[in-house]
């Protein structure tokens, strides 16, 4: 049983104790079901009593799954491992973004990863640049606003096949986040 540092979180979030998670999950059999199954279940429990149910009802699940040794931090229901790394800045999100896209145009260490070329999206409450990165995991920046009108810069590089190469990821991303945010 490993220790979790999402569970004081879920306990304050949820008005529920880590002991009343464990009781329902071994009253729903929780560790017979996939993620999906337990997600779904606590999603049920906890609709209509928090905001943003969803993102709790994953969160609880994840927890748990910590909890019963079941995946380590980082890593996702299928197996894989996801890493990310964020950093305030001053800029709009519209700004933060086109900045990004020189940046990595240009950016030795952001080529490299790149498997082929990326593509922009966006809507009033994220823009998102994503690429296939030469290992096939998947790399995604992402511009969020912030109340004051300011932007985050949020990166996150998903499916990688072992713990060690989420570590390398995430010193990685920082490394890059960083560089980029001194050259705003």
Known sequence: MAAN???QAVERATSRTWDEWLRFMDGIGAKNLSHHEIATKVLEALDGKVENPGWWAQSVTV???QYIDRRIPGQRSDGTFQ?????ATKLGMQELMD???????EDADVLALMAGDPRVSGT????TWRVKARDESDIRITSEPKKNGTASII?????LQ???????AKSNWSSILQRFVDSL
Not at 124 to 127: E, F, L, Q, S
Not at 162 to 168: A, K
Request: no cysteine; charged share 30%.
């Open 5 to 7: 540092s999402r569970i």
């Open 63 to 65: 927890a748990y799954e």
């Open 83 to 87: 890493t990310s790394v964020s950093k």
């Open 99 to 105: 900045k990004w896209v020189n940046f990595a145009t």
């Open 124 to 127: 009033d409450k994220r823009i």
């Open 155 to 159: 990166a996150e590089q998903m499916g």
């Open 162 to 168: 072992t713990n060690e190469r989420n570590l390398q």
